[in-house]
């Protein structure tokens, strides 16, 4: 937070799942939201979730500079400053793929969204956090447990989830003259319509196809509220929140 506790918020991927979750937790809690995603339907919807709050819906393709760049315009037009980017926008790719049969489009898609994009809105929200008054501000970057260890079949997504940790690194170190706080926060199997596969089976890396338990996405969000809303002078610098009985310790 800043000096002057003021909370403006940039949340990408708002649209569905872990954005949306969090963007309405910080919506319903003071916070006014840039709510940016591919889809401009779904960005209402999640309005929606919190009609009092003030919110603005941007379109944006995150790997796309131009994209980003106009939803930080927009942002800072609307609500004057940046307080906290969660950089949440991601995919998984093809699932179930082996890694010699990737479709290398496929490969750039992944690494175009989940890392590139993440680079260009840190970029982005670094850029006024250094430059505004009261300088600084908050980047919460969306990892994951496969940061840590990876399922059968995900080598695009595993290596920018692996990526993104050196990023979250290198951007709080940088960030740390300018009041800049950076973290991330690294998830495992929460309820949503990326992860509804898990409850009917998932592949595990002895080649068995196993259910798997999964945490209410609300969880999430008042985990990503507290990171958000720490004073500057704290940082989470990693945290990791997952489904207490999923196969993530002790995997493989």
């Known amino acids: 937070m800043t000096d002057r506790q003021s909370k403006i918020a940039v949340v990408t991927g708002a649209g569905s799942g872990i954005g949306r979750a969090v963007a309405v937790e910080l919506l319903r809690h003071g916070w006014s939201v840039a709510l940016a995603g591919r889809r401009t339907e779904t960005l209402a919807e999640t309005a929606a979730l919190a009609p009092r709050a003030d919110s603005l819906a941007v379109?944006?393709?995150?790997?796309?500079?131009?994209?980003?760049?106009?939803?930080?315009?927009?942002t800072v037009a609307?609500?004057?400053?940046?307080?906290l980017l969660f950089?949440?926008?991601?995919?998984?790719?093809?699932?179930?793929?082996?890694?010699?049969?990737?479709p290398y489009d496929a490969w750039r898609h992944v690494v175009d969204t989940n890392l590139n994009g993440?680079?260009?809105?840190?970029?982005?929200?670094?850029?006024?956090?250094?430059?505004?008054?009261?300088?600084?501000?908050?980047?919460?970057?969306?990892?994951?447990?496969?940061?840590?260890?990876?399922?059968?079949?995900?080598?695009?997504?595993?290596?920018?989830?692996?990526a993104l940790t050196g990023l979250t690194k290198s951007l709080s170190l940088d960030g740390r003259p300018y009041r800049i706080a950076v973290g991330q926060l690294d998830i495992g199997n929460a309820a949503t319509d990326m992860t509804s596969r898990m409850q009917t089976g998932a592949l595990q890396a002895n080649g068995e196809v196993t259910p798997e338990p999964v945490m209410d996405v609300a969880d999430v969000a008042r985990t990503v509220?507290?990171?958000?809303e720490l004073p500057l002078e704290a940082n989470v610098q990693f945290a990791t929140v997952l489904a207490t009985a999923m196969p993530y310790i002790g995997r493989g």
């Open 59 to 74: 379109r944006t393709d995150v790997s796309r500079p131009d994209d980003v760049d106009a939803l930080f315009t927009a």
């Open 78 to 83: 609307r609500f004057g400053r940046v307080d």
């Open 87 to 102: 950089n949440n926008a991601g995919t998984f790719g093809p699932g179930g793929v082996p890694v010699e049969e990737l």
């Open 118 to 162: 993440a680079f260009l809105c840190a970029q982005a929200a670094y850029r006024r956090m250094k430059e505004q008054d009261p300088q600084g501000g908050r980047i919460i970057n969306n990892g994951s447990v496969s940061a840590h260890a990876p399922r059968p079949h995900s080598v695009a997504y595993t290596a920018t989830k692996h």
């Open 225 to 228: 509220r507290h990171m958000a």
